[in-house]
């Protein structure tokens, strides 16, 4: 009797396993509904904002991807940071920018989503913008990331506010025949070329 109690635990952890070796499989190989893009420039060349005494250089890559990632994934399901071979119902180009006013301490931040379907056809264009009072001389970092925040929350709810743009993300595309390959990223028009950082 012991044997035949310890078969039948043996079979059903082995069938547990292969269940969910089989759901590992299947949500690795399922699309993102959208991809992200930030420029490699954005990780690669920090930006340098001004204060009297010092001054404070930062990456906007990093920052950005940290906090827009889970907003957009909270909202959109299945979100993914573009890599070249992934492909999606939509890809967003994120674009941030950041200036600092020592004088009256306030952080102005912007960031830009521009949003493309599957055969790279522009469906908008949506900035949020922020003014955030802080310190550039203490904790830095923190107000970086609580302006840019609000001005996240303003460009999802831009996003949110265009049934345009939730059809195209939450309609599923048959075989992924108008899916956003992230390798077309090179081939999109430039929105706007920004020599410095703000």
């Known amino acids: 009797m012991k044997k035949q109690i310890t078969y ?5 952890t082995l069938l547990l396993n292969l269940n969910a070796q089989a759901d590992e499989a299947s949500s690795s190989n399922s699309s993102p509904n959208m991809l992200v893009y930030i420029q490699p420039v954005e990780y690669t060349n920090p930006i340098k904002l001004l204060h009297f005494y010092r001054d404070y250089w930062f990456y906007q890559g990093p920052v950005l991807e940290q906090l827009a990632l889970p907003k957009l994934t909270q909202l959109y399901g299945a979100v993914s940071l573009c890599e070249s071979n992934q492909s999606a119902n939509a890809l967003v180009w994120l674009q941030p920018r950041m200036f600092y006013n020592s004088q009256v301490q306030l952080f102005y931040s912007e960031v830009t989503a521009n949003v493309y379907t599957g055969v790279g056809k522009l469906v908008g264009t949506y900035v949020g913008e922020s003014k955030q009072h802080g310190f550039l001389d203490i904790k830095p970092d923190y107000w970086i990331e609580k302006s840019y925040a609000l001005a996240i929350d303003e460009m999802i709810a831009k ?3 265009d049934s345009a743009l939730q059809t195209l993300i939450n309609t599923p595309q048959a075989n992924g025949t108008n899916a956003a390959p992230c390798s077309m990223v090179t081939l999109l028009p430039t929105p706007r070329i920004r020599a410095m950082s703000f």
């Not at 039948?8 to 059903?12: C, F, G, M, T």
């Open 8 to 12: 039948i635990l043996l079979a059903l």
């Open 159 to 161: 996003m949110q506010a």
